[in-house]
Nanobody
Framework: QLQLVESGGGLVQAGGSLRLSCAAS????????MGWFRQVPGKEREFVAA????????YYANSVKGRFTISRDNAKNTVYLEMNSLGAEDTAVYYC?????????????????WGQGTQVTVSS
């Protein structure tokens, strides 16, 4: 089992920034690609960003490209999501997820472990 715990969510004004963190424990962090997803009530969980293990290739949804940055610190077993120029459309619960490193793709079903989520609210 891999346990994931997100932190860093909160309330921010439009145009502001937040940095989400996801700390992993329980299994080898190096075995997993890491992703961030978000979900608003009544909608499906949406891919936001992902980073592979080796090389640390990054992928982004078009809606966040140029504004969000995903990174990972393998020594700390932590993945981050730096979010800039936030807008009301970014309001959601953000989830960290882990995908076996041999797997590719951005569908939520391809991810094996999930955190509990952290709320991000952007006020306009």
């Amino acid at each position: 089992q891999l346990q994931l715990v997100e932190s860093g969510g909160g309330l921010v004004q439009a145009g502001g920034s937040l940095r989400l963190s996801c700390a992993a424990s329980g299994r080898a962090f190096s075995d997993y690609n890491m992703g961030w997803f978000r979900q608003v009530p009544g909608k499906e969980r949406e891919f936001v960003a992902a980073i592979t293990w080796i090389p640390s290739t990054t992928y982004y949804a078009n809606s966040v490209k140029g504004r969000f940055t995903i990174s990972r610190d393998n020594a700390k077993n932590t993945v981050y999501l730096e979010m800039n120029s936030l807008g009301a459309e970014d309001t959601a619960v953000y989830y960290c997820a882990a995908q076996r490193s041999s797997v590719r793709g951005f569908a939520p079903t391809s991810y094996d472990y999930w955190g509990q989520g952290t709320q991000v609210t952007v006020s306009s």
